[in-house]
């Protein structure tokens, strides 16, 4: 890899992360060149294929491309939850843990937190765990921000 790597924009590697979010586990990626700071967009959906942008055809090859990884590859999921019910919703922690013990937990976890009025600290706490583990995830795949 080139020691003249282009610095990304955080805000372009939060997009990124967004649409890999946005899609099925595993579904859209978005990947990024080191060396030019670009990042290929890849939709799992079929029917808007040609949105898809032609990948390089060393895009295999990890010194120069890396993909942006999801919130579990962060450990962002039940995880993050969980911590934000043990520091903020002491006494329902052990019905969060029930909750992601089963499918469809996040609905019933936003439908506790609209209850106990803590929506919007939750997505503070979420906003912020994100942003410190992707810029984490960017420091230790050796990817310069340039904010």
């Not at 790597?5 to 649409?19: R, V």
């Not at 060149?33 to 990042?39: A, D, H, N």
């Not at 990890?62 to 590859?73: F, G, H, T, V």
């Not at 450990?75 to 013990?101: N, S, T």
Request: aromatic share 10%.
């Amino acid at each position: 890899m080139s020691d003249k790597a282009t610095p990304l924009s955080f805000e372009d590697i939060l997009l990124g992360f967004t649409f890999v979010e946005g899609g099925n586990p595993g579904g859209n990626d978005a990947i990024i060149c080191r060396r030019t700071g670009k990042i290929y967009w890849r939709y799992e959906d079929p029917s808007i294929d040609e949105l898809n942008e032609e990948l390089p055809d060393d895009v295999a090859d990890d010194e120069n491309y890396i993909a942006i990884p999801d919130k579990r590859e962060l450990g962002l999921g039940k995880p993050l939850v969980l911590e934000f019910a043990r520091e903020f919703l002491p006494a329902d922690y052990a019905d969060v843990r029930d909750i992601f013990d089963r499918r469809g937990a996040y609905p019933k976890f936003k439908a506790l937190l609209m209850r106990r009025h803590a929506l919007d600290r939750w997505h503070a706490f979420e906003n912020e765990a994100t942003n410190k583990a992707l810029r984490d995830w960017c420091e230790a795949n050796s990817i310069e921000v340039s904010d």
